[in-house]
């Protein structure tokens, strides 16, 4: 079956000695929990918390990778440069990747396949924006995110993916999907995939919820019998609360 995940997305924070004071604390106040836990810090903190944490049962993940191989690409990180100081999964298509550094479908499912391809575990992002809510929408753009992205994919890829999604107007605006919202999205997603790949692929995928969750909502949200844990963005950043978050699943 599925595992559950608790995942912490620390996006563009924390200095080297911040997230080595982050780390040392989660794994110090780590509950005994059968969740796998991870947290995503920046590509320069990467290698120190993998260091940190090598004691730990608390993976550290990446936020973002490039798909090519090697070569002249300024700025980018490769899947190699990843897997070399132990991180093996990543992060793939957060909606911030996507609204502000142009990231299109198109280029997400390249980035998919060059993490599968190095055996990397991909943790694929998705989830409609407010105004697609507001009119209705959702369903069928959080369909064509994972057809475009994803379904070229033979099924053997499945076992190496997790699902994200991440409604747009709920991240780091205080506002959360309901626990019903969750479910309906999630109950949807694994239907779409048990249509394309099959009920034992559909069945067998962690589908995560992320936006705003809390301490105060955690437990709610994963309670859904679709929803297998969340990605937490800014309540991961503080000890406690990821650590309640964690607890609630
Ligand atoms: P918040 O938890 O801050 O809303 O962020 C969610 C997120 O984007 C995680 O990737």
């Given at each position: 079956m599925r595992n559950n995940i608790v995942a912490g997305?620390?996006?563009?924070?924390?200095t080297m000695s911040e997230t080595e004071a982050l780390v040392t604390e989660l794994a110090a106040m780590?509950?005994?929990?059968?969740a796998e836990v991870m947290v995503a810090p920046a590509f320069v903190n990467l290698a120190g918390a993998v260091g940190s944490l090598s004691n730990s049962t608390i993976e550290v993940i990446a936020q973002n990778m490039y798909?090519?191989?090697?070569?002249?690409?300024?700025?980018e990180i490769s899947a190699d440069m990843l897997l070399n100081i132990g991180v093996s999964t990543v992060i793939i298509g957060h909606s911030e990747r996507r609204a502000y550094f142009g990231e299109t479908d198109e280029i997400l499912a390249k980035k998919v396949r060059a993490a599968l391809q190095k055996n990397m575990r991909v943790m694929f992002c998705f989830g409609e924006e407010l105004g697609d809510r507001k009119s209705g929408n959702h369903f069928k753009v959080v369909e064509s995110q994972l057809q475009n992205a994803?379904?070229?994919?033979?099924?053997?890829a499945w076992p190496h993916l997790i699902l994200a999604y991440e409604p747009v107007w709920a991240i780091g605006t205080g506002e959360t999907a309901s626990p019903e919202q969750a479910q309906e999205m999630h109950g949807f997603i694994r239907e779409t995939l048990a249509q394309k790949y099959g009920s034992g692929i559909a069945n067998a995928v962690s589908i995560l919820y992320g936006g705003s969750v809390k301490p105060s909502n955690a437990a709610e949200i994963f309670s859904?019998?679709?929803?297998?844990g969340g990605l937490i963005?800014?309540?991961?950043?503080?000890a406690n609360d990821f650590i309640a978050i964690i607890k609630a699943i």
């Open positions: 997305n620390w996006k563009m924070n924390k780590l509950p005994n929990t059968k798909f090519a191989e090697s070569g002249a690409y300024t700025g994803l379904f070229s994919l033979d099924a053997n859904k019998p679709d929803v297998d963005g800014g309540a991961s950043l503080v």
